[in-house]
């Protein structure tokens, strides 16, 4: 009887393996359908054709503080440069 139980032990595993292969390899449905319209956003969002046609016009493109308070900004040959020790 002892030999029967050590035999059943890997007859099971193999049921075992054979389930867990069969519902591996199923077929799976995805819904790529919300991850390509969340994509074409981000697409969309990253074109900015606008601020494309400000830098080939030349001028910078300013935003948020720098845009508010341009006195903030340095001003290259002003003297005010702490890094530069005479």
């Given at each position: ?35 390509l319209a969340g994509y074409?956003?981000f697409r969309a969002a ?41």
């Amino acid at each position: 009887m002892a030999a029967l139980a050590w035999l059943l032990i890997p007859l099971m595993a193999a049921i075992g393996a054979g389930m867990w292969g069969s519902w591996a390899a199923r077929n799976r449905r995805t819904g790529d359908g919300t991850e390509l319209a969340g994509y074409a956003k981000f697409r969309a969002a990253m074109e900015k054709p606008e601020a494309d046609q400000e830098l080939a016009e030349g001028g910078p493109v300013l935003a948020g503080a720098a845009a508010a308070e341009p006195s903030r900004m340095h001003r290259a040959g002003s003297g005010s440069d702490p890094a530069r020790v005479s």
